[in-house]
T-cell receptor, first 113, second 114 residues
Framework: GENVEQHPSTLSVQEGDSAVIKCTYS??????FPWYKQELGKRPQLIID?????GEKKDQRIAVTLNKTAKHFSLHITETQPEDSAVYFC????????????FGAGTQVVVTP | SAVISQKPSRDICQRGTSLTIQCQVD?????MFWYRQQPGQSLTLIAT?????????ESGFVIDKFPISRPNLTFSTLTVSNMSPEDSSIYLC???????????FGPGTRLTVL
């Protein structure tokens, strides 16, 4: 089955700087890669996603890039703000009959003023 | 997107008892999932629950311990049976959007077993 690795596990950035989280996946047939943000005590929220036929997608201060050859994808947050502090999870949709998501281990992002 | 609610939001239970968690979606969805999230950990899929078929359980999870019902396209329940402290966790229901890609989560049930 699909296996997703996520790095780093923690990331501390100064407000205004950029943050980058990287994930790798194992199944070259995977074709959908979402990113979730989970604030403390709250549910995971879908913030951006990318399909395998696209190399990059941007939504305001966040962007996701996908390298199918290398089987890795990354989340980029620019001009970080304190409200960006949260745990971020990447995921890859597997190729089983249900298209189950395999989640990365998560990255704790702390934005310091 | 559909609104998803979960009950109870939290509970404290005694060892050996069972708790049923309810998940309600305000529109019909085909694919629903149940996840467990232990403190500080990622999301682990317990089972896939599709209406009209038996739930499909992931490795390490069995029907006797986590029976699931899916009586219609808007509702599902997960029961945590014969609980032990190791079952203390957040349990999340989840559904897949109409495109078959986007997946959304309920607010979760925080379970503590004493």
């Amino acid at each position: 089955g699909e296996n997703v690795e996520q790095h780093p596990s923690t990331l501390s950035v100064q407000e205004g700087d950029s943050a980058v989280i990287k994930c790798t996946y194992s199944d070259s047939a995977s074709n959908y890669f979402p990113w979730y943000k989970q604030e403390l005590g709250k549910r995971p929220q879908l913030i951006i996603d990318i399909r395998s036929n696209v190399g990059e997608k941007k939504d305001q201060r966040i962007a996701v890039t996908l390298n199918k050859t290398a089987k890795h994808f990354s989340l980029h947050i620019t001009e970080t703000q304190p409200e960006d502090s949260a745990v971020y999870f990447c995921a890859a949709r597997g190729t089983d009959s249900w298209g189950k998501f395999q989640f990365g281990a998560g990255t704790q992002v702390v934005v310091t003023p | 997107s559909a609104v998803i609610s979960q009950k109870p939001s939290r509970d404290i239970c005694q060892r050996g008892t069972s708790l049923t968690i309810q998940c309600q979606v305000d529109s019909q969805v085909t694919m629903m999932f149940w996840y467990r999230q232990q403190p500080g950990q990622s999301l682990t899929l317990i089972a896939t629950a599709n209406q009209g078929s038996e739930a499909t359980y992931e490795s390490g999870f069995v029907i006797d311990k986590f029976p699931i019902s899916r009586p219609n396209l808007t509702f599902s329940t997960l029961t945590v049976s014969n609980m032990s402290p190791e079952d203390s966790s957040i349990y999340l229901c989840s559904w897949r959007g109409g495109s078959g890609n986007e997946q959304f989560f309920g607010p979760g049930t925080r379970l503590t077993v004493l």
